[in-house]
């Protein structure tokens, strides 16, 4: 796996019971994965030379991010490296204006959007489709990064020519009117077996995942399905090996496919203890070819809330959190990734389960708060009621 963040450091966990070895190409040895995985090779995504030694040996290569150019992945596949998923996939990941152009030719549910290569193309856009618009950078963004709120014709003037002189390819899409944000998880193996999990609600505060809600409350079955049925479609159309994450706008009328990732992804963390099969467990099973295990939810709500460092670092270290926590929460699922707590930064999640939606997220963001702050949120007891 490429990338030694806690994707990889899950999926070296889930390796184990499948009696495999996950090898990690890291670039510092005090990241999340090397600091668990005793097979790690120091080197960077971007360099080939790297690439290629690390590849050598393994039965396949896959990622936890879409950071490796992609002439670097073509180069590999050329030379006999099992890519999955392969570069023709992930560019669809990797590059948001390659996505989009593809999803509109297969007439699949996407926002109004332009190729940004000149201030005019915004203010053309904006005239057409209305303010505000969405800026985004067609590559590299992720956790609100590369995302621009253009209110006005003149904070577009400000704020456009800086990114393009500074190189960054742009895009700008409708701002939609949505309700909340959806997550359709999917996996396909090469032999194009395709399965799927619940679709789950996402709640994001400042471009940032903070909560999962699995299954998604309140949404009609049939539109449940055919969300599913989108992202199986996307995952055979596009060729995807692997694990498929499918973000989606709720319009309230229907669904828009915002972004896609083709690895494990934040929506799945919930799978781990709240599915039969988790999402790391299943990437193996697709890049290796295994036969796709069982999705079904292992019970009626499971939430999951990530853990963000901060602003104020507790005075108590996490280990006397995570002491008090266990003594309250007896049933939450703790995963810390071994990553120095800065604000805003995740640094591991909680995950809990029950019967019951409302109580069953206040539990998880109770649990989440305390090991981020070191202090219990108001306004809740301790079952997880307001």
């Known amino acids: 796996m490429v990338g030694g ?107 109004p959007f332009a190729e940004v290569t000149k201030v ?45 002189d500074a190189g960054t390819p742009l895009l700008v899409e409708q701002c939609v009117p949505m309700r909340r944000e959806f997550a359709a998880l999917v996996a396909r193996s090469p032999f194009g077996q395709g399965a799927a999990w619940p679709l789950v609600q996402t709640v994001q505060s400042d471009g940032i995942c903070v909560e999962v809600l699995a299954p998604a409350p309140d949404v009609d079955p049939d539109r449940a399905e055919a969300a599913q049925e989108l992202a199986l479609k996307i995952a055979g159309e596009l060729g995807v090996v692997g694990v498929l994450a499918v973000e989606l706008f709720d319009t309230g009328d229907g669904v828009l496919v915002n972004e896609l990732a083709m690895r494990p992804h934040n929506s799945g963390h919930w799978t781990i203890e709240g599915a039969r099969t988790s999402q790391f467990e299943q990437h193996l099973r697709a890049v290796l070819d295994y036969p796709l295990g069982d999705t079904d939810p292992l019970a009626p709500a499971v939430v999951m809330a990530n853990v963000l460092g901060a602003e104020v670092p507790p005075a108590m270290g996490v280990d006397e959190r995570v002491h008090h926590l266990f003594a309250r929460f007896r049933d939450a699922h703790v995963h810390l990734y071994g990553k120095a707590e800065r604000p805003g930064r995740k640094v591991g999640h909680v995950t809990v389960l029950g019967e019951e939606m409302e109580r069953v997220r206040g539990r998880a963001r109770l649990a989440a708060h305390w090991l981020s702050h070191g202090e219990w949120l108001d306004g809740y007891d301790i079952h997880g009621g307001k």
């Not at 990889?8 to 670039?27: D, E, K, N, W, Y």
């Not at 856009?125 to 590299?140: N, S, T």
Request: overall charge negative; glycine content about 10%; some cysteine.
């Open 5 to 111: 963040g806690q994707l990889a450091r899950m999926t070296h966990q889930a390796a184990i019971p499948l009696g495999q070895a996950l090898r990690v190409l890291s670039v510092t040895a005090d990241e999340p994965a090397p600091l668990v995985t005793p097979e790690v090779q120091l080197g960077h995504h971007t360099d080939l030379d790297a690439l290629r030694s690390f590849a050598a040996g393994c039965d396949v290569l896959t990622f936890d991010h879409e950071h490796v150019p992609t002439e670097h992945l073509r180069a590999l596949v050329a030379e006999g490296v099992k890519v999955h998923p392969g570069p023709d996939a992930l560019v669809h990941a990797q590059d948001k204006l390659v996505m989009r152009r593809r999803l509109g030719e297969l007439g699949l549910p996407i926002p």
């Open 120 to 164: 005019g193309d915004v203010l053309a856009f904006g005239g057409e489709h209305g303010w505000p618009c969405v800026l985004k950078a067609a590559r590299g963004g992720y956790d609100g990064r590369g995302v621009w709120m253009l209110n006005t014709p003149q904070s577009a003037q400000r704020v456009v020519p800086e990114l393009l």
